[in-house]
């Protein structure tokens, strides 16, 4: 592959995948890597035994976890302190390697919210959800439809979270018990805002909202999350890779229209 053109696209798509580090700080022995797990395998450590005076902790239960996000969740009296209490919850490891907190961005006035999945390498360095390719092509979609983040009217306006506030590492997907974690801010933030229509981007959110998976086949069909209608459609990610998939995503946002009204 020689072509300039070429070269970039495929530069785009590894870092939309995650891979935004082409030199590591430390070199890698890979002889040592492929060695090492089959002498390990050859001769297994047993667990060391905890000291009697201080007996090993059991580890924490996810529902302890879910139960502690509930309560500080439902204590949030605004949108402020909700962020201010997610910046503080610390159950998370997301949180460790995530440079920023992604919240939120647009008008919360608005009558529409969007739920997305997880922030990516631009929304983590910016702190804001999606303002990388997927942002910008989700933004010219809105458009279309005359929705605009940046609106002063919220009749036009949108509102943008995430299921995730933070980047998982490398993108990968989302881990069900961190849905589960992180559902309690989610849900309160729903309820903060109280849109009058939800739009569930991804699999992941409608795994998180309708506790189903399969976006091809959800997409499109009007169901119920949080009390309020909701619309699953393609995340612009998607669009990205299978823009054949733009016709569905339009019908889409022609029903969504319809149903938010002038």
């Known amino acids: 592959m020689t072509d300039r053109a070429a070269l970039l696209a495929a530069l785009d798509w590894q870092i939309e995948l995650g891979a ?27 667990p060391a035994a905890p000291h009697p005076a201080e007996p090993a902790a059991p580890p924490a239960a996810p529902a302890d976890n879910v139960a502690e996000a509930r309560a500080i969740a439902d204590a949030a009296a605004d949108l402020p302190a909700l962020r201010d209490a997610l910046a503080r919850f610390d159950r998370c490891d997301l949180k460790q390697g995530a440079r920023n907190l992604v919240f939120a961005d647009g008008d919360p006035a608005a009558a529409l919210m969007i739920l997305g999945e997880a922030p990516g390498r631009d929304e983590d360095l910016q702190g804001k959800p999606f303002v990388g390719r997927a942002g910008q092509l989700l933004d010219r979609m809105l458009a ?47 309820a903060l805002v109280d849109p009058a229509v939800l739009v569930l981007m991804g699999n992941h959110a ?57």
Not at 169 to 176: G, I, L, S, T
Not at 212 to 217: H, L, S
């Open 206 to 262: 409608c795994a998180a909202m309708l506790g189903r998976r399969g976006i091809t086949r959800l997409r499109g069909q009007w169901a119920q999350a949080a009390g309020r209608p909701a619309l699953p459609m393609f995340h612009p990610a998607y669009l990205l890779r299978n823009p054949a998939a733009k016709r569905e995503a339009w019908a889409d946002l022609l029903a969504l229209q319809a149903r938010l009204g002038p």
């Open 20 to 46: 935004t580090e082409a030199i590591g700080d430390a070199p890698v022995d890979r002889y040592a890597l492929a060695t090492t797990p089959a002498a390990a395998a050859a001769a297994p450590v047993p």
């Open 144 to 190: 279309a439809i005359g929705r605009d983040r940046h609106a002063d009217d919220p009749a036009r306006g949108v509102y943008i979270t995430n299921v995730l506030p933070w980047r998982p590492p490398q993108n990968r997907d989302p881990k069900p018990e961190e849905i589960a974690m992180l559902r309690p801010f989610v849900d309160r933030h729903i």
